[in-house]
């Protein structure tokens, strides 16, 4: 039986991708050859590589806009450290929302002055600050949009003269903004995107060249531009199953007609979690995530039961994270609102048998 998977990455794929892609590991363009042998040099990888890139690019509406697209190694947790190697010189801003944003506050302490503008840690981050001044003199403003660990997600987005800096791992591609309000943008591709392996990074290049210190080439975003994100040899796989992906979100109508699918289950278990007796959401209503719903049980005595019938419904990954406990359905592009209902129909099945 095909599962209903909740996993918060690596995650739900399409069907179609999964199929396309697994045709591609045995024989790829009628080859002769598997994507997992071929060369990254060859005509048929840079081809992949340069559709991935452009589509990447059209589905955020920044074409012509002065941004370049990076498919790197490393994680969105490199990100954290190369943000700050390639951009901070004097002083940066953080707006610390979750596990993720601590972690690049973290690694940007190494290369210089770093300013906590707000921070939703006193709550075990169940909100999104807001209210908070920017000071000036920021060489940029990093925010993380979208909490997968405690179900918050960022509605409305600093307005800030630095540039705007955001790891956008578990909700990239998921719902339309103005991406152009943004200098760079991260994310792994575990999420939205495509298997573990890769990592988005969509850059305005205007804002390099200008720190002082000496940056090791595996390491600058310039030297990666220049190479066309094959300085080098780039996670063939993970970029090629990315592109597909890619393909399929253009197909069904891109960021607007998967944000209407997305808000359609979003709703769909938020109206459970509120209506429902036995559970209780862990997030602020207000700053709930679109992609990860958190919640719990108000009578732990019924866990046993709840497990039990979720797993014998077919349901897979609603386990919470061990830092919030509790449960956490993710529903990333690919979620069919199907498998939301299943989880559904068995938290309405736990309340009648109660």
Same mark, same amino acid.
């Given at each position: 039986?095909?599962?209903? !998977? #909740?996993?918060?990455?690596?995650?739900?794929?399409?069907?179609?991708?999964?199929?396309?892609?697994?045709?591609?590991?045995l024989d790829f363009n009628d080859s002769g050859l598997s994507i997992l042998e071929i060369s990254h040099r060859s005509k048929d990888f840079v081809d992949v590589m340069e559709e991935a890139r452009s589509l990447a690019l059209e589905l955020l509406g920044l074409e012509g806009k002065g941004y370049k697209v990076l498919f790197l190694q490393g994680g969105a947790s490199t990100q954290f450290l190369m943000t700050a190697y390639n951009l901070l010189q004097t002083k940066a801003g953080y707006i610390n929302t979750g596990s993720w944003s601590d972690?690049?506050?973290?690694?940007?302490?190494? =290369?210089? &002055?770093?300013?906590?503008?707000?921070?939703?840690?006193?709550? !075990?981050? @169940?909100?999104?600050?807001?209210?908070?001044?920017?000071?000036?003199?920021?060489?940029?403003?990093?925010? $993380?949009? !979208? @909490?997968?660990?405690?179900? $918050?997600?960022?509605?409305? #987005?600093?307005?800030?003269?630095?540039?705007?800096?955001?790891? /956008?791992?578990?909700?990239? #591609?998921?719902?339309?903004?103005?991406?152009?309000? =943004?200098?760079?943008?991260?994310?792994?591709?575990?999420?939205? *995107?495509?298997?573990?392996?890769? $990592?988005?990074?969509?850059?305005?290049?205007?804002?390099?060249?200008?720190?002082?210190?000496?940056?090791?080439? *595996?390491?600058?975003?310039?030297?990666?531009?220049?190479?066309?994100?094959?300085?080098?040899?780039?996670?063939?796989?993970?970029?090629?199953?990315?592109?597909? $992906?890619?393909? %399929?979100?253009?197909?069904?109508?891109?960021?607007?007609?998967?944000? &209407?699918? @997305?808000?359609?289950?979003?709703?769909?278990?938020?109206?459970?979690?509120?209506?429902?007796?036995?559970?209780?959401? #862990?997030?602020?209503?207000?700053? +709930?995530?679109?992609?990860?719903?958190? =919640?719990?049980?108000?009578?732990?005595?019924?866990?046993?039961?709840?497990?039990? /019938? %979720?797993?014998?419904?077919?349901?897979?990954?609603?386990?919470?994270?061990?830092?919030?406990?509790?449960? +956490?359905?993710?529903?990333?592009?690919?979620?069919?609102? &199907?498998?939301?209902?299943?989880?559904?129909?068995? *938290?309405?099945?736990? &309340?009648?048998?109660?």
């Amino acid at each position: 039986m095909k599962k209903h !998977n #909740f996993s918060a990455g690596p995650c739900i794929l399409p069907q179609e991708v999964f199929k396309e892609a697994s045709q591609a590991v045995l024989d790829f363009n009628d080859s002769g050859l598997s994507i997992l042998e071929i060369s990254h040099r060859s005509k048929d990888f840079v081809d992949v590589m340069e559709e991935a890139r452009s589509l990447a690019l059209e589905l955020l509406g920044l074409e012509g806009k002065g941004y370049k697209v990076l498919f790197l190694q490393g994680g969105a947790s490199t990100q954290f450290l190369m943000t700050a190697y390639n951009l901070l010189q004097t002083k940066a801003g953080y707006i610390n929302t979750g596990s993720w944003s601590d972690k690049a506050v973290k690694e940007a302490k190494i =290369f210089g &002055e770093v300013i906590e503008v707000a921070s939703s840690k006193d709550a !075990n981050y @169940n909100y999104i600050p807001k209210g908070y001044k920017i000071p000036e003199g920021l060489d940029y403003l990093h925010c $993380t949009s !979208n @909490n997968t660990i405690f179900g $918050t997600q960022i509605k409305d #987005f600093p307005t800030t003269n630095a540039p705007l800096i955001c790891d /956008m791992s578990s909700d990239i #591609f998921s719902r339309q903004l103005d991406f152009s309000k =943004f200098s760079l943008i991260y994310a792994g591709a575990q999420k939205n *995107m495509g298997p573990a392996g890769t $990592t988005l990074v969509v850059i305005k290049e205007d804002i390099l060249g200008k720190i002082e210190r000496q940056i090791p080439s *595996m390491l600058d975003y310039g030297v990666h531009i220049s190479k066309g994100s094959m300085f080098n040899t780039p996670p063939v796989f993970p970029v090629y199953t990315s592109m597909l $992906t890619l393909r %399929w979100l253009k197909k069904l109508g891109g960021i607007a007609a998967i944000e &209407e699918e @997305n808000d359609k289950k979003a709703k769909l278990i938020y109206s459970e979690i509120e209506l429902n007796p036995l559970f209780k959401g #862990f997030a602020k209503k207000e700053d +709930r995530s679109t992609m990860n719903a958190t =919640f719990s049980l108000i009578n732990e005595d019924l866990k046993e039961t709840f497990d039990a /019938m %979720w797993k014998e419904a077919g349901i897979n990954g609603v386990n919470g994270h061990r830092s919030v406990g509790g449960y +956490r359905a993710s529903m990333y592009n690919a979620m069919s609102i &199907e498998s939301v209902a299943a989880l559904v129909d068995v *938290m309405s099945d736990l &309340e009648r048998k109660a």
